[in-house]
T-cell receptor, first 115, second 115 residues
Framework: ETGVTQSPTHLIKTRGQQVTLRCSSQ?????VSWYQQALGQGPQFIFQ???????GRGNFPPRFSGLQFPNYSSELNVNALELDDSALYLC??????????????FGPGTRLTVL | AQSVTQLGSHVSVSEGALVLLRCNYS??????LFWYVQYPNQGLQLLLK??????LVKGINGFEAEFKKSETSFHLTKPSAHMSDAAEYFC?????????????FGSGTQLTVLP
């Protein structure tokens, strides 16, 4: 069973640029969630994708957007990067998220640094 | 929105001593609660979860947590700390976000194990 994978591992961008982060969900999982973890803080929910549609979003502006593909992999896109976007971005996959009982499995994360 | 509070951003214990990491949740309905561990430069690994079955939940690596509704607490314990337990620990609560389910995390507790 393949776990959640993310790419790239690290990324350095400058203010105003755009970035795309990628995530492959665990085998058999059809739901992907993205979280932002700033240094010294707990992860914060960005959004969740199920059946290629965003079905829930946290308190993040529209310049944070995403996609989910038919194979359930996902992308997180961030436009007009700001210094505060520097963080570890975590992807998590799960079975259909209709119940809070379902565990989310996390990938190793992508460390984004904005200069 | 729910909130999760972890008391003590840093906890130090001696090897072999009891580990106690505190977590309080805010939900007024039966919650789904989780403890995750994060090792340096890694993603989150699930230690244990509470899904309204037994109030004492056993997890991996000898950790357990007790759900106390009257105190709105879900503290994590381990009878005897090991050097390999040094990591950051996050308590999280599952909640609805639109038609999605999101995890709301506490700010984390860094556990140091002293030889």
């Amino acid at each position: 069973e393949t776990g959640v994978t993310q790419s790239p591992t690290h990324l350095i961008k400058t203010r105003g640029q755009q970035v795309t982060l990628r995530c492959s969900s665990q085998s058999g999982h059809n739901t992907v969630s993205w979280y932002q973890q700033a240094l010294g803080q707990g992860p914060q929910f960005i959004f969740q994708y199920y059946r290629e549609e965003e079905n829930g979003r946290g308190n993040f502006p529209p310049r944070f957007s995403g996609l989910q593909f038919p194979n359930y992999s996902s992308e997180l896109n961030v436009n007009a990067l700001e210094l505060d976007d520097s963080a570890l971005y975590l992807c998590a996959s799960s079975l259909q998220r209709t119940s809070g009982r379902n565990e989310q499995f996390f990938g190793p994360g992508t460390r984004l640094t904005v200069l | 929105a729910q909130s999760v509070t972890q008391l003590g951003s840093h906890v130090s214990v001696s090897e072999g001593a009891l580990v106690l990491l505190r977590c309080n949740y805010s939900s007024s309905v039966p919650p789904y609660l989780f403890w995750y561990v994060q090792y340096p430069n890694q993603g989150l690994q699930l230690l244990l979860k509470y899904t309204s079955a037994a109030t004492l939940v056993k997890g991996i690596n000898g950790f357990e947590a007790e759900f106390k509704k009257s105190e709105t607490s879900f503290h994590l314990t381990k009878p005897s700390a090991h050097m390999s337990d040094a990591a950051e620990y996050f308590c999280a609560e599952d909640e609805a976000s639109g038609s999605a389910r999101q995890l709301t995390f506490g700010s984390g507790t860094q556990l140091t194990v002293l030889p």
